[in-house]
């Protein structure tokens, strides 16, 4: 995986919602997904953002087709529920990790309730309970993406939501 870390570019890179931490880069070159840090100039609990435009088309066209639903859909019927459970706990270690040590105390002691509705969330800031809620595939795509694996990796390769594109469609405008 060809990630690459970033110098501290004054809170945001392009349409970057906050800092971004590191970034994953297709063969083109082209960010295919950035990994966010959830405190910045908002508060932000989605560690993987979803840049590539054939990616975010693709997932955009199978969301409006019912794929969330889909989605959810197949991680119950292939027994998945506890591997989704484990997917989102990992989210919140790597949430802790990207917030850093100092801002992570700092929301901790004054802004206590932000950092625990933040912390708590799964992918994306998710809430995790009984029931599987996937909520959109670009989270879900850039997850895969980001860190290799997903829960529903099968379903997802399935619908083309991991690799890149094959004609470098960043450079087309």
Not at 65 to 91: D, F, M, P, Q, T
Not at 125 to 145: D, P, W, Y
Request: with cysteine.
């Amino acid at each position: 995986m060809n990630i690459r870390a970033r110098e501290n570019c004054g809170g945001c890179l392009r349409a970057s919602p906050v800092f971004v931490e590191r970034e994953k880069y297709c063969s083109f070159g082209h960010v295919q997904v950035q990994v966010c840090r959830p405190w910045g100039r908002k508060i932000f609990p989605t560690s993987f953002w979803l840049k590539c435009p054939y990616l975010v088309r693709l997932a955009g066209k199978i969301e409006s087709a019912g794929g969330v639903r889909e989605l959810e859909e197949y991680i119950v019927s292939h027994n998945l529920v506890h591997e989704w459970r484990k997917y989102n706990i990992i989210h919140q270690v790597i949430r802790l990790g990207l917030g850093g040590e100092r801002m992570n105390d700092f929301m901790r002691r004054y802004r206590g309730r932000i950092f625990r509705d933040v912390m708590r969330g799964g992918v994306g800031g998710i809430r995790v309970g009984e029931g599987v809620n996937v909520k959109c595939l670009h989270l879900q795509t850039a997850s895969f993406i980001g860190l290799g694996f997903h829960p529903a990796g099968e379903w997802l390769k399935s619908k083309g939501l991991y690799g890149e594109c094959d004609s470098c469609l960043c450079d087309k405008g």
